[in-house]
């Protein structure tokens, strides 16, 4: 196994929004495993909902570089995606607003179509957005060299504009060379671990989309942050060593 370092700054700020918060946009201190796959897959030029990405043997730990204050401002959120639908009877021109289609008319017993656009008008709403303000996260990558090799390449000549959490939060990156990773045991480390641990704080971060049907749940880790340089252990952890650092990885 090899290992990569990726130095991620937010040069103006950045909203890792928890998908729970409604009235409140507000964020998680890190980015979670979800948005940090979505960032390499977005160096790597991958589609929208493609998450090949997960499939890789490809392990990640992070590493707080600096905090960033975290602020609040008042936002006006203009919601663009369409719940409702409607369907027209063919037959006799009905109209049955309702999420699923029918298979005929419950006037006339006559062929339905959906229409097409039915939303229209979308509403909007003033809310409060957390925020974190010039953050800098070190990523650690563990897996095969030669995935290494295409996200290393892929990050220093990215397929898109690269970003972590919304369109907004533009990054600059840097990485190391690629090293081979060994393993050992250890009680101290400076990267979010698994699990509770004093003196951190605790969060329930996304971590990989499973696929049910036609829609996605996520599977969570709870992990502790440390909240000073160094986080100690309650018990011996498997720590990888990357760019000269000991370091927990998922």
């Known amino acids: 196994?090899?290992?990569?370092?990726?130095?991620?700054?937010?040069?103006?700020?950045?909203?890792?929004?928890?998908?729970?918060?409604?009235?409140?946009?507000?964020?998680?201190?890190?980015?979670?495993?979800?948005?940090?796959?979505g960032l390499l897959s977005n160096a790597l030029g991958l589609k929208r909902d493609d998450y090949s990405l997960q499939e890789w043997d490809l392990k990640i730990g992070i590493e707080v570089h600096r905090k960033g204050d975290r602020n609040k401002e008042l936002t006006k959120i203009l919601k663009l995606v369409a719940r409702e639908r409607a369907f027209k009877c063919?037959?006799?021109?009905?109209?049955?607003?309702?999420?699923?289609?029918?298979?005929?008319?419950?006037?006339?017993?006559?062929?339905?179509?959906?229409?097409?656009?039915?939303?229209?008008?979308?509403?909007?709403?003033?809310?409060?957005?957390?925020?974190?303000?010039?953050?800098s996260f070190n990523?650690?990558?563990?897996?095969?060299?030669?995935?290494?090799?295409?996200?290393?390449?892929?990050?220093?000549?990215?397929?898109?504009?690269?970003?972590?959490?919304?369109?907004?939060?533009?990054?600059?990156?840097?990485?190391?060379?690629?090293?081979?990773?060994?393993?050992?045991?250890?009680?101290k480390t400076r990267t979010v671990v698994e699990g509770f641990h004093l003196n951190s704080i605790v969060e329930k971060l996304p971590y990989k989309f499973h696929k049910k049907g036609r829609r996605f749940q996520l599977e969570y880790k709870t992990v502790s942050i440390p909240k000073g340089e160094v986080i100690k252990l309650d018990e011996e952890k498997q720590l990888f060593t990357v760019d000269g650092e000991r370091v927990f990885a998922v």
Do not use: W
């Open 139 to 187: 990523f650690y990558l563990i897996s095969e060299k030669e995935k290494l090799e295409d996200i290393q390449r892929s990050i220093k000549n990215p397929r898109r504009p690269l970003y972590l959490g919304n369109s907004e939060n533009l990054v600059t990156m840097e990485t190391s060379d690629i090293t081979k990773v060994s393993k050992e045991s250890g009680k």
């Open 90 to 135: 063919k037959n006799c021109g009905h109209i049955m607003k309702q999420s699923t289609k029918r298979k005929s008319c419950k006037l006339c017993d006559g062929d339905v179509e959906e229409i097409p656009n039915y939303k229209r008008h979308f509403p909007s709403a003033p809310m409060y957005q957390e925020f974190l303000v010039q953050p």
């Open 1 to 37: 196994m090899h290992g990569l370092k990726i130095t991620v700054d937010l040069p103006y700020f950045a909203n890792f929004r928890k998908p729970t918060s409604t009235s409140n946009l507000t964020t998680y201190s890190i980015p979670p495993y979800t948005t940090i796959r």
